[in-house]
């Protein structure tokens, strides 16, 4: 599925390119042929290889298209398009539509299609998190029904079961995940996520809603200590009591 939605999207950015392409050459050759006109073959030459070299839109329009593509792949990433279909795909018809307006020099409609985009990546991206979460959810309740039917064998129960994955959601950093009670308890814990995670995260100041973080569980204090010094902890070997500690 992943794949499919890969392929569509592929598919808008390069009939978008192809459109902008082609209306940056005849814009190009109209000014090239004025020139040839107007001003003399010198003159025409250097228009020629201006309209080439430069493009006539402004630079603030190719920052919404660069950044709204980021936002697609974004979405594409945490699977919006399977736990928001409808919003998703909406995303992309949105998206169609302001690469037509960038086309058309449309600053005004693009303007207008940017604010519906982003309240729309924020919808998909809402509801991308409460799908994860209710799946969690489903995941919790099957493993306590579990460790219910263990104890009914007579069997010691007194263990907890940690989350292996966190789902990110609005307002999420890393230290404020590890220092949930049910992740490490311990905000200096958070280097521990982000080392698990570099195949996503690429700054470990910017994460967004909608991620399926790893939470790793099987570490040595070691590493523990050495992510505590790494995230800037007074007492980097002093352990809070309350900190989460893998089971060895």
């Known amino acids: 599925m992943k794949l499919f939605i890969w392929i569509i ?14 209306s940056l050459k005849d814009q190009g050759m109209q000014n090239s042929l004025q020139g040839v006109a107007t001003k003399g073959e010198e003159t025409s030459k250097y228009a020629i290889k201006k309209s080439i070299i430069e493009r006539p839109s402004a630079k ?3 920052d919404i298209m660069e950044d709204a593509t980021k936002e697609i792949k974004k979405a594409i990433s945490i ?28 600053l005004e409609g693009l303007g207008a299609l940017k604010d519906i985009f982003y309240a729309k990546v924020k919808k998909t991206q809402k509801l991308t998190v409460q799908g994860k979460e209710n799946r969690l959810e ?13 104890q009914k ?32 308890n311990d905000s200096y814990m958070w ?16 994460i967004y ?33 309350d900190a989460f500690m893998p089971r060895r």
């Open 9 to 22: 999207f592929s598919a808008l950015i390069l009939i978008g390119c192809a459109h902008t392409e082609s």
């Open 60 to 62: 603030g329009e190719k």
């Open 79 to 106: 699977s919006g398009f399977e736990y928001a279909p409808k919003e998703f795909f909406e995303l992309l018809i949105i998206y169609l539509e302001m690469q037509n307006a960038y086309i058309d020099r449309d």
């Open 138 to 150: 489903r995941l919790r309740k099957e493993i306590e029904l579990k460790k219910q039917q263990i």
């Open 153 to 184: 064998q007579g069997e010691d129960t007194t263990f907890e079961i940690y989350p292996t994955i966190y789902v990110v959601k609005e307002g999420d950093t890393l230290p404020s995940i590890a220092a949930r009670h049910e992740i490490y």
């Open 191 to 206: 280097p521990l996520i982000y080392k698990a995670n570099r195949d996503q995260i690429k700054d470990p100041q910017i």
């Open 209 to 241: 809603p909608g991620q399926d973080l790893k939470v790793p569980r099987d570490m040595s204090i070691e590493e523990i200590i050495g992510a505590r010094r790494e995230a800037g902890a007074p007492e980097p070997e002093k352990l809070p009591k």
